[in-house]
């Protein structure tokens, strides 16, 4: 009886945390979706939203979630692949995560060097006498930095993944006489979907409210639902409307992870 009170006891700060900083903004939000730009009580706002401009906007963050997504598993699965079959797998993932350390506004500023017209990449195209190219404010420029920042979050946990396979189904596999492919097609692939489909939460998820990128990188060429978010609260100052396209992307996130987990399942 003690244990269990006491177990009750050490959960209230966690439970007063979640309340707070999860449920009062989620409820805050909610309440202010129903609300116009003066403040009265409406449903227009979710009208809106079912408008060509909101639609496109909805299908942009889609799209690009699903390319930066596709993009991170196809170069973050061998490289998951490469860091478990290499002896230093510690330095590998140190090297890994360190960059994810780094302020993502920083990172960002840095593409903006790299990538700029005086960047190395344009002076190198320079010497090589290919000339100077536009590389940001582009689709190309958007998809390359948005990979580049979360890629991470698809590598380790396929990496993990992959660390979890019983060496002796792959033995066992070569024995019976298939090919690395086809060793790799049925046994480790199959064996690595509760990783991917991990990862595919962790970058799918948060590339649907980018915004800062979009405006930095992609110089609002891009406009996403995050975009469109930023704009409300911080420029026409429709809260209500800010706050609706967040109820909508809330929603598409739960829903999102729920269907996920029952892939993995």
């Not at 420029?235 to 729920?258: C, E, K, S």
Request: hydrophobic letters at 55%; aromatic letters at 14%.
């Amino acid at each position: 009886m003690k244990n269990n009170r006491f177990a009750r006891l050490a959960l209230i700060p966690y439970a007063l945390w979640i309340v707070i900083f999860v449920v009062a903004p989620l409820v805050l939000i909610a309440y202010n979706s129903f609300l116009d730009i003066e403040g009265h009580f409406t449903f227009a706002n979710y009208g809106k939203l079912l408008s060509p401009v909101y639609m496109k906007m909805m299908f942009n963050s889609f799209f690009y979630s699903l390319i930066v997504t596709a993009v991170s598993l196809l170069v973050g699965y061998p490289v998951a692949y490469f860091i478990s079959r290499t002896k230093h797998k510690g330095l590998w993932l140190i090297l890994l995560i360190l960059p994810s350390w780094i302020n993502l506004l920083l990172k960002t500023y840095a593409f903006l060097g790299i990538l700029g017209t005086a960047g190395p990449i344009n002076a190198f195209l320079e010497v090589i006498g290919v000339g100077g190219q536009q590389l940001l404010f582009n689709d190309f420029s958007f998809v390359l930095v948005s990979t580049y920042i979360f890629i991470p979050f698809m590598i380790l946990p396929v990496y993990n993944a992959i660390e979890k396979i019983n060496p002796s189904l792959i033995y066992a596999s070569r024995d019976l006489g298939a090919s690395n492919w086809k060793t790799f097609q049925r046994v480790i692939f199959p064996l690595t979907t509760d990783g991917i489909m991990s990862g595919f939460q962790l970058v799918f998820i948060p590339t649907l409210s980018l915004f800062m990128i979009t405006r930095l990188i992609a110089g609002n060429r891009v406009i996403t639902l995050g975009t469109a978010i930023e704009q409300h609260f911080l420029v026409t100052q429709d809260w209500g409307m800010g706050a609706a396209i967040a109820v909508v992307l809330i929603l598409v996130m739960a829903i999102v992870m729920f269907a996920t987990r029952k892939i993995i399942k």
